[in-house]
């Protein structure tokens, strides 16, 4: 397949995304605006598949698209975003460790409130139920 004036669902296929997420780049700015056809379709070049293969591989590691954004505004300013991928990925490391640190407390909570569960009769009264009323 030719690179040069490929249609949406084309560079999208190359760059393993849907064409939904194509426009949304593209709207969003992360992707130049396209070259449309005369028939008024959107073109696109290989530099766009691969940059379009680039924000893929970005949103895979848990980046967000303005994330994303802020990097190529970095590359596009001359700059080796490096720097600032390793504090985006830091920062996301971070997000994730305090989220898997409350999943774990959620979880502590409804394992005791599980076990609390079968020493209940069913029926006490309560307005709904009281396992969940007298957490």
Request: net charge neutral; with cysteine; charged share 30%.
């Amino acid at each position: 397949m030719a690179m040069q004036g490929i249609t949406i669902g084309q560079a999208a296929k190359a760059a393993g995304l849907t064409r939904k997420a194509v426009r949304v780049y593209e709207a969003k700015g992360l992707l130049p605006k396209a070259e449309r056809s005369q028939a008024g379709y959107r073109l696109y070049s290989a530099d766009d598949v691969e940059l379009l293969t680039f924000i893929r591989q970005a949103r895979t590691l848990g980046l967000r698209l303005e994330d994303v954004g802020e990097v190529l505004r970095i590359r596009r300013g001359g700059t080796p975003p490096c720097d600032a991928v390793r504090d985006l990925l830091d920062a996301r490391i971070a997000e994730i460790d305090a989220t898997v640190t409350d999943l774990l407390a959620l979880r502590q909570t409804l394992t005791e409130t599980r076990r609390a569960a079968d020493d209940r009769p069913c029926g006490e009264p309560a307005a709904v139920c009281s396992i969940i009323e007298d957490v």
